[in-house]
């Protein structure tokens, strides 16, 4: 079974720019999750989404934002980059989550630099 | 079990020794934790699990022990390999919320 894959690996913008990570969950899951990890403030949540619903979002500004789609894949957008944003995403995806207590599993992140 | 600042924890142990893995959780809400292993240029990695009405669960070479009265996960490694050199983190899954709140995480050396 395939695991959650993330797309691109690295990616490389400047300020301003706006840019969009995509993530396909594994085959059967249906609650994707994404984070952010960065050196100085370790992992944190970003948003999870569930048929397509936004369920959950932390505490980051409106600028981040994201998407799912009918067959569970999920898309994240940050508009208007600031050099903070540097920083691994990573998605995960569950069966069903919320109070099913299902453990996540992640992909291996898109790393995004900001120049 | 807030993420916080730059320095990592550390711990070096010696090629099959048995390693532990201490967290503090901050939410008595929390009712499933989650250990991962991270290792370089990868993302975090399942290694298990344990619902909070559960004081210990076995893996393979892996125990997570829990005890809610004071808040704290430990992950027990045996036996420990090279190949379990990484970050370890745990997480806590707020009660009827599908979002993980990550600890700072530990590194774990192993010294041959």
């Known amino acids: 079974k395939a695991g959650v894959t993330q797309t691109p690996r690295y990616l490389i913008k400047t300020r301003g720019q706006q840019v969009t990570l995509s993530c396909s969950p594994i085959?059967?899951?249906?609650?994707v999750s994404w984070y952010q990890q960065t050196p100085g403030q370790g992992l944190q949540f970003l948003f999870e989404y569930f048929s397509e619903t936004q369920r959950n979002k932390g505490n980051f500004p409106g600028r981040f934002s994201g998407r799912q789609f009918s067959n569970s894949r999920s898309e994240m957008n940050v508009s208007t980059l600031e050099l903070g944003d540097s920083a691994l995403y990573l998605c995960a995806s569950s069966l069903e989550g919320g109070r099913s207590n299902q453990p996540q599993h992640f992909g291996d992140g898109t790393r995004l630099s900001i120049l | 079990g807030e993420s916080v600042g730059l320095h990592l924890p550390t711990l070096s142990v010696q090629e099959g020794d048995n390693s532990i893995i201490n967290c503090a959780y901050s939410n008595s809400a929390s009712d499933y934790f989650i250990w991962y292993k991270q290792e370089s240029g990868k993302g975090p990695q399942f290694i298990i699990d344990i619902r909070s009405n559960m004081d210990k669960r076995q893996g393979q070479r892996v125990t997570v022990l829990l005890n809610k009265t004071v808040k704290h996960l430990s992950l027990q490694i045996a036996a420990t390999q090279p190949g379990d050199s990484a970050v370890y983190f745990c997480?806590?899954?707020?009660?009827?919320?599908?979002?993980?709140?990550f600890g700072q995480g530990t590194r774990l050396t192993i010294n041959p």
């Open positions: 997480a806590e899954n707020i009660q009827g919320a599908q979002k993980l709140v």
């Open positions: 085959s059967g899951h249906r609650s």
